[in-house]
C-alpha cells in the first residue's frame, strides 16, 4: 500500500504504525504453504498492489452498492472495484450481494430462484437501474479499472456459479481477480480457468483458536490462492504476514475509517473500503 493510500477518502499525512510487518517466525505449517500453496508469479498479481478498492462500488451519497453508477463513480475516481456476484436459476451471474432480494429492491425471495429473464426486470431501490448482470458490468468498465469480483458460495455445491462467472469472464481482456470464502470456488479456476487470478477471503470471527489456525491452513492448501482478501478485524495475524512473507498479496476489508486504515497500511497490501458514512 504505497502511494495510492494518498487518495483513500479520509488520507492522513503520517502513521506511526505506516511501516512492514516485522518477520513472523515460522510455523510448523511455514514449509507446507510452500509446496501446498505456492506464491504466485509477481507480474500477475502487481495490479491487486496498484490501488485501493471501493467496496461494492463507490456507493452512498444517493448511490446503491452493487449499481453500474457505483462503479462509475469508482472509476472516476481512479479507485478499482468490488463487487458480489450470485447465480441466477438458470446459471446467469448477476451482480447482488444478499441471497434475498428484499433488503435492495421492491421484490421478495431469493436470487438463486428466478431466471435471469425475471431478474432483468427487478429494479434496485433507490436507483433507476436493474439489477445488473455480470457480463454488462465487465462491459461498462471495458478494462478502464481492476475489478475484485466475490464469488458467493455458501455451499459445496459451487460449479453453477463458477460457471456463471467464467461464462461472463470469457474474453474479457481488463484486470480481474475471482475471490471467496469458499475454497473450493479458487480450486474450481485453478483446474478449469487458472488464466484467471483467484483469491481466498478470510476472516477469523468465530475461528479463533488452534481449530481455527487448522480450518484456515487447511482452506489455503485448498484453494491455492493468488491473494489472501483478509477481515481487517483480525489484522495484524501470523497467518496473512506468513502469506505476505512467501509473496502472496495481502487485501484487507472492510476498511470504513482512518483507524483501520493505519492497520491495512502496516499490515495488508491493499484496502477494500467504504467511504466513512455509506453504511
Same mark, same amino acid.
Given at each position: 500500500m504505497r502511494a495510492s493510500i494518498r487518495a483513500a477518502p479520509w488520507a492522513f499525512p503520517s502513521c506511526p504504525l505506516a511501516r512492514r510487518s516485522r518477520?513472523?517466525? /515460522? *510455523?510448523?505449517?511455514?514449509?507446507?504453504?510452500?509446496c501446498l500453496s505456492p506464491a504466485?508469479? $509477481?507480474?500477475r498479481v502487481a495490479f491487486l498492489r496498484a490501488q485501493p478498492f471501493a467496496h461494492r462500488g463507490l456507493h452512498g451519497k444517493g448511490l446503491v452498492e452493487n *449499481?453500474?453508477?457505483?462503479?462509475?463513480?469508482? !472509476?472516476?475516481? #481512479?479507485? &478499482?472495484?468490488?463487487?458480489d456476484v450470485r447465480a441466477s436459476q438458470d446459471g446467469v451471474a448477476f451482480v447482488f450481494h444478499d441471497a434475498d432480494l428484499d433488503r435492495l429492491t421492491a421484490e421478495k425471495g431469493k436470487l438463486a430462484d428466478r431466471s435471469a429473464s425475471l431478474l432483468d426486470a427487478v429494479i434496485l431501490s433507490g436507483?433507476?437501474?436493474?439489477?445488473?448482470?455480470?457480463?454488462? /458490468?465487465? @462491459?461498462? !468498465?471495458? &478494462?478502464?479499472?481492476?475489478?475484485?469480483?466475490?464469488?458467493?458460495?455458501?455451499?459445496r455445491n459451487v460449479i453453477r456459479i463458477c460457471r456463471a462467472t467464467r461464462r461472463?469472464? =470469457? &474474453?474479457?481482456? #481488463?484486470?480481474?481477480?475471482?475471490m471467496s470464502f469458499n475454497p473450493l470456488v479458487a480450486s474450481w479456476f485453478r483446474r478449469e480457468a487458472p488464466h484467471i487470478v483467484r483469491g481466498l477471503v478470510v476472516t477469523?470471527? &468465530?475461528? +479463533?483458536?488452534?481449530? #481455527?489456525? !487448522?480450518?484456515?491452513?487447511?482452506?489455503l492448501w485448498k484453494a491455492k490462492?493468488?491473494?489472501? $482478501?483478509?477481515?481487517?478485524?483480525?489484522l495484524p495475524s501470523r497467518f496473512p504476514a506468513r502469506a505476505r512473507q512467501r509473496g502472496l498479496p495481502v487485501l484487507t476489508?472492510?476498511?470504513?475509517?482512518?483507524? $483501520?486504515? +493505519?492497520?491495512?497500511?502496516? @499490515?495488508?497490501?491493499? *484496502?477494500?473500503? =467504504?467511504i466513512p458514512g455509506d453504511g
Amino acid at each position: 500500500m504505497r502511494a495510492s493510500i494518498r487518495a483513500a477518502p479520509w488520507a492522513f499525512p503520517s502513521c506511526p504504525l505506516a511501516r512492514r510487518s516485522r518477520s513472523t517466525p /515460522l *510455523s510448523p505449517f511455514a514449509r507446507l504453504d510452500s509446496c501446498l500453496s505456492p506464491a504466485p508469479d $509477481a507480474a500477475r498479481v502487481a495490479f491487486l498492489r496498484a490501488q485501493p478498492f471501493a467496496h461494492r462500488g463507490l456507493h452512498g451519497k444517493g448511490l446503491v452498492e452493487n *449499481s453500474l453508477a457505483a462503479f462509475d463513480a469508482a !472509476i472516476a475516481a #481512479g479507485y &478499482g472495484m468490488e463487487c458480489d456476484v450470485r447465480a441466477s436459476q438458470d446459471g446467469v451471474a448477476f451482480v447482488f450481494h444478499d441471497a434475498d432480494l428484499d433488503r435492495l429492491t421492491a421484490e421478495k425471495g431469493k436470487l438463486a430462484d428466478r431466471s435471469a429473464s425475471l431478474l432483468d426486470a427487478v429494479i434496485l431501490s433507490g436507483a433507476r437501474e436493474p439489477l445488473p448482470r455480470l457480463d454488462a /458490468l465487465l @462491459h461498462r !468498465i471495458d &478494462g478502464r479499472a481492476p475489478l475484485l469480483i466475490e464469488v458467493k458460495a455458501p455451499t459445496r455445491n459451487v460449479i453453477r456459479i463458477c460457471r456463471a462467472t467464467r461464462r461472463a469472464l =470469457e &474474453g474479457y481482456r #481488463g484486470p480481474v481477480a475471482i475471490m471467496s470464502f469458499n475454497p473450493l470456488v479458487a480450486s474450481w479456476f485453478r483446474r478449469e480457468a487458472p488464466h484467471i487470478v483467484r483469491g481466498l477471503v478470510v476472516t477469523e470471527e &468465530g475461528k +479463533q483458536g488452534y481449530r #481455527g489456525r !487448522i480450518a484456515r491452513t487447511l482452506a489455503l492448501w485448498k484453494a491455492k490462492p493468488d491473494f489472501l $482478501a483478509y477481515d481487517v478485524r483480525d489484522l495484524p495475524s501470523r497467518f496473512p504476514a506468513r502469506a505476505r512473507q512467501r509473496g502472496l498479496p495481502v487485501l484487507t476489508w472492510t476498511v470504513r475509517n482512518a483507524a $483501520a486504515e +493505519q492497520v491495512a497500511f502496516a @499490515h495488508a497490501d491493499e *484496502s477494500i473500503f =467504504e467511504i466513512p458514512g455509506d453504511g
